[in-house]
Every structure is written in structure tokens, then in C-alpha cells.
């Protein structure tokens, strides 16, 4: 009996350590936004990727949205130095690599299909390993945050002209001042927290933010006109601790990089979804929106992108060079 009972154990136990011995590792993967998938690019993107490389492999997939983890470049930090092994971001990108902020030069993109072929084409390729080697980040995949556009609530804006002289919050980020300065506005840095209160006291005259967010933080609420200038693009970044991708089975990685582009295009599509029911949303509760006509984005253009190319430039220094290949990569991704 005691014999059988040994036995019994050794088998539990072998059993016990077999399983664990099968199991794949555990993918950590945090972001900033609501998990809500049906809302949330980042929460739809980070959704589908656990459950394509749960129901693909013997790996595991926690997500960490809303902060969980921290903020975007306590994410990246945390990502590189392998605590988290994942992480979707998109202005922190530029912060461990500088070539990214290429990507935010104002009315670079005409339209997301135009963004999309550059970013999943050769350019795309080449910026993703010029910052692995920089920053040790495997980008898998690009997403989408959206394109981001004025609002205010003084007057409507159609050309730059109508920008003169109104106060805009904008991020703490220099790129976003010398873009509001080339327009003719008054660019006031202001954290995120602050803004609603900015506006309701008449701190800041306007902002800018893509539709999506405007709407489900009723910023509509507390402004009158929005004008669909589209002037920055702003990408997301699918990242990847790269020595922990590394030590993985090319099985694994293959499927890993699989879920990583369905990810980034599940993002784009609710973050698409977003935007034209915000714009209908912000309309039929009494915004007043103006879409430019061409000619009113070429002077949007004109102003903005001298200003914002020259500033950059001056912080690239050598890394400069992506300004004209994002050039190239826009104008081959237009015809």
C-alpha cells in the first residue's frame, strides 16, 4: 500500500513537471489604452494578438492596458530592459529613437491608405531595423493612433490665416510648438490632465487630437468648430524585447510576427471606425466641421512643414537623412 501510494506521488509529480516543461513562456504586453476592444485601437490590437499566439502556440499573453504598467515611456524603458516583454506605443518611440519623429512632420500624409503602404513597405522596414539596433525594440508591426486635427472655440478655422492669433494646447513636445508657430496660432504646452479644465476657463482657446479622442472625451463639449486638417499622422508602434524574441523557436516568432501585423491592422480598423463615427457624433451634437479643400491643405502645408522639417533637422543631425527617405517613401506611395 505504501509502495503504491510512492508510486502514485512520482507519477503526480512527473506529470506536474511535465506540463510546466510543455508550457511556453509568458509574453507580457502593456499600452496606455482602455482594454475595450469594440473602442480602443491598442485595446482591439493587443485583444486579437493574445488570442492569435494562445490558439498558435503553447505561449501565454497577459495583457497590462490602461497604464497598468505605466505610461508610454515607462513602457519602452521597461520593454528594453526585459521586465515587460511587449508593449504597443507611439509618441515614446521617438524618445529611445530619434528617427521615428520623422513620422510626425505635419501633413506628411494625405490619406491612411498613403501612411500604410509606407509604413508596411520598404520604409517602414528600414526605420524598424535602423531602431532595433539603436534601441534593442523589435517593431513587429505598425498600428494606428490616428490623424490628429484643430478645434476651437473662437472661430472656424478653413486656412491658416484663421488660426492667427488663438491660443492651442499642445503636447510638451517641441515638434508640435514650431508646427503651431509656422501656422500663425500661439502654441501653449499643457499636460493631458489639465485640458479639459484649459478650455472650460478659456486658458487655451483650442487643441488637437484625433476625432476619436476628441469625442470620447466629449472635448466637443466644451468647443464649437473642428477642422479636419489631418496635420499629423501618428503611427503605433508593435514592440518586442528583442534578445527575448531571439531566444525564442523560429515556430514561435513565426507566430508571434503573424499575430503582430493582424494586431497592427485590427488597430487601424477601429481607430478608422473611431474617427468617421466621431465626426458624425461631434456634428449631430452641434460642432460645426469643415473638411479643407486641396487648396486649403497646401497652405496648411506650405506654412507648416519648413518650420517643423528645419527644427528637426537641427535635433537629427546625422539621422536628418530620414526626412528626404520619408519624402521618397510618401511620393513613390502617391502615384
Not at 499566439?53 to 505610461?71: Q, R, T
Request: a neutral charge; hydrophobic letters at 45%; charged letters at 20%.
Amino acid at each position: 500500500m505504501f509502495r503504491s501510494i510512492i508510486a502514485l506521488g512520482i507519477v503526480v509529480i512527473f506529470a506536474v513537471f511535465s506540463a510546466t516543461a510543455m508550457a511556453g513562456p509568458t509574453i507580457k504586453l502593456g499600452h496606455v489604452d482602455p482594454a475595450d476592444w469594440q473602442s480602443s485601437k491598442k485595446g482591439a490590437a493587443s485583444v486579437i494578438f493574445k488570442n492569435i499566439v494562445e490558439g498558435e502556440s503553447d505561449m501565454k499573453v497577459e495583457l497590462f492596458p490602461a497604464k497598468a504598467l505605466g505610461d508610454e515611456n515607462a513602457l519602452v524603458q521597461q520593454v528594453q530592459e526585459g521586465t515587460t516583454q511587449m508593449t504597443l506605443v507611439s509618441g515614446a518611440m521617438s524618445t529611445v529613437c530619434k528617427a521615428a519623429d520623422v513620422l510626425n512632420i505635419p501633413y506628411t500624409f494625405a490619406s491612411p491608405t498613403i501612411a500604410w503602404d509606407v509604413l508596411d513597405g520598404p520604409f517602414g522596414q528600414e526605420l524598424a531595423e535602423h531602431c532595433l539596433k539603436k534601441t534593442g525594440l523589435r517593431t513587429l508591426a505598425y498600428g494606428e493612433t490616428g490623424f490628429r486635427n484643430f478645434t476651437n472655440n473662437v472661430r472656424e478655422i478653413k486656412t491658416p490665416a484663421d488660426m492667427k492669433g488663438l491660443k492651442f494646447r499642445v503636447q510638451p513636445i517641441p515638434l508640435y510648438v514650431e508646427m503651431v508657430k509656422g501656422l500663425g496660432g500661439e502654441p501653449t504646452p499643457i499636460a493631458w490632465s489639465e485640458l479639459p479644465n484649459a478650455l472650460a476657463t478659456g486658458v487655451v482657446d483650442g487643441q488637437e487630437n484625433p476625432v476619436g479622442v476628441i469625442y470620447n472625451n466629449k472635448l466637443h463639449k466644451l468647443q464649437k468648430y473642428l477642422v479636419l486638417d489631418g496635420h499629423v499622422y501618428a503611427a503605433d508602434f508593435i514592440l518586442i524585447n528583442d534578445e527575448f524574441f531571439k531566444s525564442l523557436p523560429a515556430k514561435d516568432q513565426a507566430v508571434i510576427q503573424k499575430a503582430a501585423r493582424i494586431a497592427g491592422v485590427m488597430g487601424r480598423a477601429i481607430q478608422q471606425f473611431n474617427t468617421a463615427e466621431g465626426v458624425t457624433k461631434v456634428a449631430a451634437e452641434g460642432m460645426k466641421v469643415y473638411s479643407p479643400t486641396a487648396a486649403d491643405m497646401a497652405q496648411f502645408q506650405k506654412l507648416a512643414q519648413p518650420a517643423v522639417k528645419k527644427w528637426l533637422a537641427g535635433e537629427l543631425g546625422q539621422d536628418a537623412v530620414w526626412i528626404d527617405k520619408l519624402d521618397a517613401a510618401v511620393k513613390a506611395a502617391s502615384k
